[in-house]
């Protein structure tokens, strides 16, 4: 273990002398950047230095395991990232950055443990219980969609963006939805049912980009069924509306425009409009998903 933290002072002692000989440039080199998937168990945070402790498994070719001080840049984490945390992130480690090492891209795919430091949800903050807020979307085929096309069923809600390049992060979602829809279909009761994937990507998330996306899930591109899932997109305001609902927080990448930080957050509602269950992060499959639709349907008001 001795060996250990030394390697990763070593480590990190290098990175924090290249960055210094740089000339302590502020902007990210990504040219210089290389990114790796970590995954990890938060120990500690320090949110006015904006630094975590992480206890991360190997991250092969690169590092062994060890429990390590990351520095995380986006400010929407700290509600959410707490001791005790199971995370999936990308470290991205560039010399030509003052800060040399940091997590970023990431997700908590598990909540606390039995014995570990809770995770407070505000009761402003957790849905439970509560009505679904009214939205207006427009889904895959170009119509308008909102809670009124769920009524009576029990459903599902979560978030994504069709560029999303992380197998953890929206591919993982997208592909549990996927998974649930085809479960659904198979059922006799699939009328009772219903699914939505939210983009928080209006400039790029056009319907029929949508449209496109959930059929290559779904694996039938010329005829997609998209009876049981929907796929939706709206002017920013109106996701937003939806996403502080649920908990969600996203923002642009200042680093690179293109992408997100995001947390992961779906949400399952029963056919009286009131939120049942929620489900965080990823660390679920889409069974689990349609057992969950099961219990909310059979959910007495």
Known sequence: MKQKIFLAALIFSLLALTACSTGGSK???????????????VISVDRLKKKATVEHKEIPGYMDAMTMDFKVRADWVWEDLKPGSEIFATLVVDPSDPDGYWLENIAISALPGPGDSPTPLRPED????????????????????GPQKFVGKAWALTFIYAQCPLPEFCIK???NFSDAAKLVMNLPEKSNYGLL???????????KKLR?????????????????WSLAVGKDPEVRKIADFAGLRYEVDETDKT?????????????????SAILAGNDWVGSDLVTELKSAFNKKP
């Open 126 to 145: 957790s849905p439970i219980g509560k009505k679904v807020v009214d939205f207006k979307l427009t889904d895959q085929d170009g119509k308008g969609i």
């Open 197 to 207: 994937s939210v983009s928080f990507d209006p400039a790029r998330d056009t319907p």
């Open 173 to 175: 979602m997208s592909r």
């Open 212 to 228: 496109e996306y959930g059929a290559g899930y779904l694996g039938n591109t010329s005829k997609p069924d998209f009876s049981v």
């Open 259 to 275: 992408k997100f930080n995001h947390s992961l957050r779906t949400l399952v509602i029963a056919p009286d409009g009131t939120v």
């Open 27 to 41: 902007e990210t080199s990504r040219a210089d950047a290389k990114t790796y998937d970590l995954k990890g168990k």
